[in-house]
């Protein structure tokens, strides 16, 4: 079985088991009324997938939540280390330094 790609995607692949258990969903009856692949749907719901904002749109309103509650309290700090060693916000010019 795969591992989860980030801390991230672990939590939201157990935000959607929870609800989708609770609505006595299975994997197929979310993926179908999502209009997803199942074995899609079924790696976001173990927490291995990586899905788009429109997929967890259409996911959210399947499971009767605000795309807003699957995201709640992800952070940057949850996800796997990017390629690129600095933030964009490390590049932004201090505000109060004319001569940057």
């Known amino acids: 079985m795969l591992a989860p790609k980030s801390e991230a995607s672990r939590l939201l692949g157990l935000r959607l088991r929870?609800?989708?258990?609770?609505?006595a969903l299975n994997q197929e009856d979310v993926a179908l009324r999502a209009g997803l692949n199942v074995s899609n749907y079924a790696r976001i719901d173990?927490?291995?997938?990586?899905?788009?904002?429109y997929t967890l749109?259409?996911?959210a309103a399947v499971l009767q939540l605000e795309f807003?509650?699957?995201?709640?309290?992800?952070?940057?700090?949850?996800?796997p280390p990017t390629?690129?060693?600095?933030l964009a916000i490390e590049f932004r010019r201090p505000?109060?330094?004319?001569?940057?």
């Open 18 to 23: 929870e609800r989708r258990l609770a609505l």
């Open 46 to 53: 173990r927490g291995c997938g990586n899905p788009t904002m």
């Open 83 to 86: 390629r690129d060693a600095y």
């Open 68 to 79: 807003s509650e699957l995201v709640a309290g992800l952070a940057v700090e949850q996800l």
């Open 57 to 59: 749109i259409r996911v």
């Open 95 to 100: 505000q109060d330094d004319p001569a940057a």
